[in-house]
Nanobody, 120 residues
Framework: QVQLVESGGGLVQSGGSLRLSCVAS????????IGWFRQAPGKAREGVSC????????YYADSVKGRFTISRDNAKNTVYLQMNNLRTEDTAVYYC?????????????WGQGTQVAVTL
């Protein structure tokens, strides 16, 4: 059973930074790519970033390119999302998810989410 637990969300001013963590159950990162998704109030969920389990390829939504960085530490079963230069439009609940496919098109497992709020 794959389990994912996010942490690191919070309240930050525009231009600030946060680092989200996604701790996965053992061996998950060996078999699944991990993606970050977000959902703002009244909006559809959108993909933010993904890191492939095989070669570590990374993918980013255009809206976060150059500001967000995804990375992983297999020894700690953890995937990180470093978010810099945050904007108010980044406010959302952020979820990590595990996908058997490399670019995270349709995740199989989801975490419970962590709230990020960016103020002016």
């Amino acid at each position: 059973q794959v389990q994912l637990v996010e942490s690191g969300g919070g309240l930050v001013q525009s231009g600030g930074s946060l680092r989200l963590s996604c701790v996965a159950s053992a061996r998950t990162l060996d078999y699944y790519s991990i993606g970050w998704f977000r959902q703002a109030p009244g909006k559809a969920r959108e993909g933010v970033s993904c890191i492939s389990n095989d070669d570590g390829s990374t993918y980013y939504a255009d809206s976060v390119k150059g500001r967000f960085t995804i990375s992983r530490d297999n020894a700690k079963n953890t995937v990180y999302l470093q978010m810099n230069n945050l904007r108010t439009e980044d406010t959302a609940v952020y979820y990590c998810a595990a996908d058997i496919q490399s670019n995270c098109p349709r995740p199989n497992y989801w975490g419970q989410g962590t709230q990020v709020a960016v103020t002016l």
